[in-house]
């Protein structure tokens, strides 16, 4: 089930008692960009709308770090997995330092590569350095998270289920009653304390749209999901 951006930002008005628009104390624009910032966060934290990128990188003898493909670098932690397409092997991430271990160690090892590390270097691209460093030409396909669109209208779609709608909406709703003003609490006759209430009623609908989002992955797998 998805939702939309007015019916959500209808949802959150209602929590934060701010319906009259001729005194709005949040603007339907102020609103949208916290509920974007929010969605973004959601989906991020339970791997939603996971896309396969073909030919991410093209591997070449001899040369160890490569820039992802266009796609996949949305955000530095949107890429989940690296296969090689020689065998569809599914490489290991591993943190970046550990990555500089393996080099210092074993420098000159070359073969089929089993892990990677991800960096951004300073023009904010993502890149990836490969272990052992290739010996054959080769290419990787990535999965990564497609992370949804910004909230620019009403008719903006929301990708989450029931459960990650209803965190949407109390995280906004936390998040706009925290940077309100006393004043601004008073208007809405709004309790100072309500904010810490719906950032944890929020986190409490988040768990059950991470675990919603789990056992969509694993139905009929008989496996536990393992993130690379």
Do not use: A, G, P
């Given at each position: 089930m998805s939702s939309t951006a007015g019916d959500a930002l209808k949802n959150v008005r209602a929590l934060l008692n701010d319906q009259v628009g001729s005194r709005y104390v949040r603007t339907n624009e102020q609103v949208r960009n916290v509920m974007s910032n929010q969605m973004q966060f959601i989906a991020s934290d339970t791997y939603g709308g996971l896309t396969k990128q073909t030919t991410a990188c093209t591997l070449t003898p001899g040369v160890d770090t490569y820039t992802v493909a266009p796609s996949a670098t949305r955000i530095i932690y949107s890429v989940v997995a690296l296969i090689r397409v020689s065998d569809l092997y599914v490489m290991r991430k591993v943190p970046f330092d550990a990555m500089l271990e393996f080099k210092r160690a074993t420098a000159t090892a070359t073969g089929k590569p089993d892990r990677y590390a991800i960096y951004e270097?300073?023009?904010?691209?993502?890149?990836?350095?490969?272990y052992p460093t290739p010996s054959s030409t080769d290419t990787l396909d990535a999965w990564y998270m497609d992370l949804p669109d910004a909230l620019t209208t009403d008719s903006s779609v929301i990708p989450f289920g029931t459960f990650g709608v209803k965190a949407l909406?109390?995280?906004t709703a936390a998040e706009l009653a925290a940077s309100m003003t006393p004043e601004d609490l008073a208007a809405c006759k709004l309790s100072p304390a309500i904010a810490a209430k719906w950032q944890a009623d929020g986190q409490k609908f988040l768990a059950l749209e991470r675990e919603r989002t789990a056992r969509v992955s694993q139905a009929g797998s008989g496996i536990t999901r393992r993130y690379i």
């Open positions: 270097d300073d023009s904010q691209v993502v890149k990836v350095v490969l909406e109390l995280l």
